[in-house]
């Protein structure tokens, strides 16, 4: 049985505060602190150039990739780890379209994290060879997935709402058309429970910050189907993943599978606060956390819904339909969040008028619920998002 | 003046080692220890997500790129620093490359690294485009230079043997014949005096973790001429290098300037280390440093020639066309480097016979200079080199 008293002690979290911001970055875990002094002085410092084998930094990437292939169901081998989120997405929709090159439509929709739209706009603009990128609702995702579509790109779980897209069905739907399925899962990895392999996803991507607690700017992931893995052609075609990166040859060869998907030199600091942080997942059982998280929202959804009146569920209320998040309508909902924010409540607002909490079993109990229902109410019924200071806007994450 | 011994005293390096391999991966600045646990404990840890804001990592890219572009001779507000020293490669090359559309080649040099010429290569068959990659010898690049060149693309010093461009020739050259010189600067940063603005450089791009000691995987740079940077458009066209990043638009608008060339989600711990080896750099004299390595380096050559009649010169005698390092022709090269690095002197090996010694006055003394020659001249007159355990390859970067 998952012990989430124990979990909860293995992060460091300020005093006093209720953190309900982990699907934008998740806390620092304790033990990343020794872990990246070791990585520092006595890997870095000790072993300097060395340390690429002596440390295994140079075969971090794969071994990482492999520890959350099997958070999110991918097949042994078959993910890797680098660059951002927003490159991996480039990545993986070239592959995708050089592989239906017949093809020149890019469907996604507008419940998508915009950087997915914008590399996809980048890739078609620097392309130029006549491909459209068409956006629609995200209930009009599965109608629109016809056999003009070379590549669905989507987020599994919208990052304003939490609403859930069903990865089987929609993936099921793209081949059937002779698509290829991407699905970003920012804000699936360590959240809900993901299967790759049998929803037979053609292309995966998400980061590592959130959700996974790897740190600010830790590393994202990149995951292709075996069937796929050794045919596709890197547009990113980085001297790491090369067939002999040490060779160097004048002419790139893929290396092969995931690995082509490697591109610079690895972030080595960066994957060691993120090895750390994946240490905690080792004997996590996904049914129990996942059933905790539903728990959890529904608590605070029920106790915001009766001292609220004001705030609207975005969220779907069927917790099927919904990942790891609750998220309210509120007309001065980024004033409101900075009020609960001075109040000890972090969730995050997204525009236009999203009031956005992560809920994540790792790190948050009832009591923070409890706690974080009644810091909202306070700031709902004293109207203190009135106040001006919580009216300047200012940048978050 | 520059007191060379306090630089030494900066950094962590293991007792009774002489490193010679500074232009692979620098060594542990001592300050970057602590600085690291401030940014982990009470930045991610203490201010979580607010630290987007209140610990200025958002900004983090931009204020390194200015430290880094006082060491190059940008122009303020010209660099910006992320991803990895290949994807800069693809963002400058597809940049330049839009910017002349009539235009089909690239023009490179055999004595660039690999990935450069490999991201040219997947870039040229993802536009699919017709571009050709027209690859020549160092000394042939000026004659080459014609008005079919669009983007003329080098490593300013060879990393093999340390030869170094004519960066004001060749980019003169360029402009003449209507081409846009890219510059890569992962063997010049920090190495020897660069002066971007007055070469009149259309872009450059480098790594941090060779002769600015960023650590392994530290973030790469990118700078783009004033009169180009609101110009281009970005290929890699992520969520931070919109206008307005957390105004979530559908649609992509590049931000102002070089703030294009940023992609994804910053990395926050890699950079705090970065800002604390830049710190090293704020008060040396450019000149002083230039003329201690040519003086440390013709010393290394002295040494050997006089020892080592085995060993020839690869890098250039003329200490004014070479960088910070020194390179030897061997045959058994790779296990040679092998023994000397067994022997407590870390140079590295460049496929097909490179001994390369890199050199920098930041660490490296006339006493450790003295040392690596005994110790080379020992390996070659013992042929330590023959030792079967030396001629297991191995990888290192």
């Given at each position: 049985?998952?012990?989430?008293?124990?979990?909860?002690?293995?992060?460091?979290?300020?005093?006093?505060?209720?953190?309900?911001?982990?699907?934008?970055?998740?806390?620092?875990?304790?033990?990343?602190?020794?872990?990246?002094?070791?990585?520092?002085?006595?890997?870095?410092?000790?072993?300097?150039?060395?340390?690429?084998?002596?440390?295994?930094?140079?075969?971090?990437?794969?071994?990482?990739?492999?520890?959350?292939?099997?958070?999110?169901?991918?097949?042994?081998?078959?993910?890797?780890?680098?660059?951002?989120?927003?490159?991996?997405?480039?990545?993986?929709?070239?592959?995708a379209?050089?592989l239906r090159?017949d093809r020149k439509v890019i469907l996604?929709?507008?419940?998508?994290?915009?950087?997915?739209?914008?590399?996809?706009?980048?890739?078609?603009?620097?392309?130029?060879?006549?491909?459209?990128?068409r956006?629609?609702?995200?209930?009009?995702v599965e109608a629109n997935i016809t056999n003009e579509v070379a590549a669905t790109?989507l987020?599994?779980?919208?990052?304003?709402?939490?609403?859930?897209?069903?990865?089987?069905q929609l993936t099921e739907k793209a081949h059937e058309n002779g698509s290829l399925a991407v699905?970003?899962?920012?804000?699936?990895?360590?959240?809900?429970?993901?299967?790759?392999?049998?929803?037979k996803?053609d292309?995966?991507?998400?980061?590592?910050?959130?959700?996974?607690?790897?740190?600010?700017?830790?590393?994202?992931?990149?995951?292709?189907?075996?069937?796929?893995?050794?045919?596709?052609?890197?547009?990113?075609?980085?001297?790491?993943?090369?067939?002999?990166?040490?060779?160097?040859?004048?002419?790139?060869?893929?290396?092969?599978?995931?690995?082509?998907?490697?591109?610079?030199?690895?972030?080595?600091?960066?994957?060691?606060?993120?090895?750390?942080?994946?240490?905690?997942?080792?004997?996590?059982?996904?049914?129990?956390?996942?059933?905790?998280?539903?728990?959890?929202?529904?608590?605070?959804?029920?106790?915001?819904?009766?001292?609220?009146?004001?705030?609207?569920?975005?969220?779907?209320?069927?917790?099927?339909?919904?990942?790891?998040?609750?998220?309210?309508?509120?007309?001065?909902?980024?004033?409101?969040?900075?009020?609960?924010?001075?109040?000890?409540?972090?969730?995050?607002?997204?525009?236009?008028?999203?009031?956005?909490?992560?809920?994540?079993?790792?790190?948050?109990?009832?009591?923070?619920?409890?706690?974080?229902?009644?810091?909202?109410?306070?700031?709902?019924?004293?109207?203190?998002?009135?106040?001006?200071?919580?009216?300047?806007?200012?940048?978050?994450?």
């Amino acid at each position: 049985m998952t012990d989430f008293k124990a979990l909860k002690d293995l992060f460091h979290l300020p005093e006093g505060l209720v953190y309900l911001d982990g699907n934008s970055l998740g806390p620092l875990p304790r033990a990343a602190l020794s872990r990246m002094q070791t990585t520092m002085r006595d890997e870095w410092g000790e072993m300097l150039i060395t340390g690429w084998n002596r440390a295994g930094w140079m075969d971090q990437p794969a071994r990482l990739g492999d520890r959350i292939g099997r958070l999110i169901g991918a097949e042994p081998g078959h993910v890797v780890l680098g660059d951002t989120l927003s490159i991996k997405v480039y990545q993986a929709l070239a592959a995708a379209l050089a592989l239906r090159p017949d093809r020149k439509v890019i469907l996604s929709d507008t419940g998508n994290f915009p950087t997915d739209l914008y590399m996809a706009e980048g890739l078609i603009k620097a392309l130029d060879q006549g491909h459209e990128l068409r956006v629609v609702p995200p209930n009009e995702v599965e109608a629109n997935i016809t056999n003009e579509v070379a590549a669905t790109l989507l987020t599994e779980v919208d990052y304003r709402t939490g609403r859930l897209h069903n990865m089987a069905q929609l993936t099921e739907k793209a081949h059937e058309n002779g698509s290829l399925a991407v699905w970003d899962l920012a804000h699936s990895a360590g959240a809900i429970p993901v299967d790759l392999a049998a929803c037979k996803a053609d292309f995966a991507i998400g980061c590592t910050y959130k959700f996974l607690n790897g740190g600010p700017g830790a590393p994202a992931f990149i995951y292709i189907a075996p069937e796929h893995a050794d045919r596709v052609q890197p547009a990113l075609s980085g001297w790491l993943g090369h067939a002999a990166p040490f060779a160097f040859d004048p002419h790139y060869q893929p290396g092969p599978g995931i690995e082509r998907m490697r591109v610079g030199t690895p972030p080595v600091l960066a994957m060691a606060a993120l090895d750390t942080a994946l240490d905690i997942w080792e004997n996590i059982d996904m049914a129990a956390f996942r059933a905790q998280s539903i728990a959890l929202s529904q608590l605070f959804i029920d106790r915001i819904e009766a001292t609220c009146p004001d705030l609207t569920l975005a969220s779907p209320r069927d917790p099927l339909r919904r990942g790891s998040q609750v998220s309210f309508h509120f007309q001065h909902g980024y004033a409101a969040m900075q009020a609960c924010i001075a109040e000890g409540v972090i969730g995050d607002f997204r525009a236009p008028d999203i009031m956005r909490f992560g809920i994540t079993p790792l790190y948050v109990d009832r009591q923070d619920i409890e706690r974080a229902a009644e810091t909202v109410t306070k700031v709902m019924h004293r109207k203190l998002w009135e106040n001006p200071e919580f009216h300047t806007v200012n940048r978050v994450t």
